[in-house]
């Protein structure tokens, strides 16, 4: 190969490598926060991020779209998540009078989600005082992403949330029923109970309820997320975290959820 076509296909690579990585991490994206107010749910405002898996309906594996029954439930849970938002974002949260709270919606077969979970995950131990997340499953991806996101929550209710959380973030395989089986006995949890909890009804509530405020908030995939007041559809860098995370303790993000 003569040098020309040595130096020709050097180029072509590293404009290739160079695409990948901004891609793939999103720090080296050029961002500017700029916002838009969103006309509901009042007080609340959208930043549009960066790359998304998804697109479903947020109800997959919940039924059929077309049913009576999906439809009363798509509004059964439309109305309760809509009498208090900020307690359906945030419930179980307890932040500090420092701290924001963050809900991060992710399914667990978007790529875009386990880089962004774990980088989550990193940032809230790295400054706890300013920052609390609330977790909800999203499933959009097919079968398995549903049976993924009935496990961890069952497992949520036998204390190992984040343990379950964490394999499924970083397992190349799909969830199946014995996948699950083994990750229970591997981290200590009684699988057979992990199978019955999977179908309880208030499992499916949690579900339904995370799949209405993606409703809500008009998400079409994931990731996304709820900082404060501020609405992100799509992967967000570490730094564009933090400045939201700032702009929000300093314009009070609990006077928008106090009149919500």
Known sequence: MDCKKRSTLLTIGAIIAGY???RTVPSLLPEKLELQALD???????FVAGETSGGFDPFVGLGTADSTEVAAQKAAALTR??????????????????QVPMASFSDYYCPFCRVQTKRLADMTSEMPDKIAVAWHELPLLGDSSNLAAKAALAAKRQGAYVAFHERLMTTP???SPEYLARLSDDIGVDSKKLITDMESAEITRELEDSAALARVFAFVGTPALVIGRTVVQGQISDRMVREIIELEREEGWRDVCTAA
């Not at 509901?40 to 959208?46: A, H, M, T, V």
């Open 20 to 22: 990948a990585a901004l």
């Open 40 to 46: 509901r749910p009042e007080g609340f405002r959208k």
């Open 81 to 98: 998540v809509s009498e208090n938002i900020c307690s359906a974002l945030y419930g179980g949260l307890s932040p500090t009078p420092t």
């Open 173 to 175: 395989f799909q969830a």
